[in-house]
C-alpha cells in the first residue's frame, strides 16, 4: 500500500505511539484524523502536523465517535483508506480485576476495532479496498504478566485482525497487527496496571522492560509504515517477539514452565 495521498484515521494519536504514527503518516504524504479521548492533546498535535491533520475528540470505543471520526475525515479529506486502531488501555492486575476494569480493557482494546470495522468495511467491500491496522501487543501473542485483563484483551484484538484478515482479505481489504514489547510512553510508565496494585504494576513493567529494548514510539511507528506499505498482517517492532511466538507455539507446556520462572526471576 503506497502511504502518499491516503486518507487515515488514528485512533489514540494524542500521545505515544499514535500521535507518533500521525505524524509519519502526514510526513509520508496522507492526510490525517487524530482522534483521542484527551481532545485538546490531539488538537495540539494536529496543529503541529499542519494542514494535512485534524483531530477529533472523544472515546473511541463509542460508534457514534468512530463515525464522527469518519465524517470528519470525509468531509476534509475524502473516504477513509486506512484505520489505525491505536488507541488502548491497561486494565486491572489479576483475578482481583473488578468486572469495570475488564469491560473497560475489552471496549477499548477489542471492541473499539470491531465497531471501526463494522463502520468501514462495507464502504471498503464498495471501493475495493481499505486497510485496518490494528494496534494489539506482544501480550497478545504471548502474555501480560501481572495483567488479565491486557493480555486477555490483547488477545482477543490479535484474534479479530485474524479474523477480519481472514475474512475479507481475497475481497482487497488488508490486515495487519501490531506486536510491540516495551514502547517508551505513558502506558508503560504507569498506565498498564493501576498503581494500588504496587507488586503486580511493577511485575507488569519489569517483564515488558526486562524483555527487550524500549522503543521511542518514532521507531515504532517508522516500522509499522513499513509494514503497512508492505502489506504484512503481523507487524513486530521487536522482531525477537516472533521467536518467542514460534517457542510457544512448538511446544507450550515448557513454555509456561518458562514464564512460571521468568515470573519468580522477577518478584525474587
Ligand atoms: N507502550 C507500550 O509499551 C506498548 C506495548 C505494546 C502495545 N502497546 C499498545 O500501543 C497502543 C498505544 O499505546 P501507547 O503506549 O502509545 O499509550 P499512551 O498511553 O501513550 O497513548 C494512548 C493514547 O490513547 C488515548 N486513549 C485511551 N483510551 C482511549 C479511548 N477510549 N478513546 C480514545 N482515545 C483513547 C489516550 O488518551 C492516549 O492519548 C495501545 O493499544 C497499547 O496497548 C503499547
Redesign the pocket.
Known sequence: MEISGKVAIV?????????ALAGRLVAAGARVVL????AA?AADVAESLGPGAVAVG????DEA?IRAAIDRAEAEFGPVDLYFA????GGGAGLDSTDQQWAAAL???VL?HVRAARLLVPGWLERGGGYFIG?????GLLTQLGSAPYAVS?HAAVGFAEWLSVTYGDQGIRVSC???????????HG?LVPPEHAAEAELAVKA?TSAGA?LA?DEVADIVLAGVAEEHFLILPHPEVLKMYRHKGSDYDRWIDGMRRFQAALRA
Not at 482522534?35 to 484527551?38: C, E, F, Q
Open positions: 485512533t489514540g494519536a494524542g500521545a505515544g505511539i499514535g500521535a482522534a483521542d479521548l484527551d492533546s472523544g472515546d473511541v470505543a465517535v491505536n488507541a488502548g488501555i471496549e477499548v482494546n473499539a494496534t494489539a501487543s506482544a501480550a490483547k501490531v506486536c510491540p514489547m516495551g514502547v517508551d510512553t505513558r502506558l508503560l498506565g515488558v524500549v514510539p
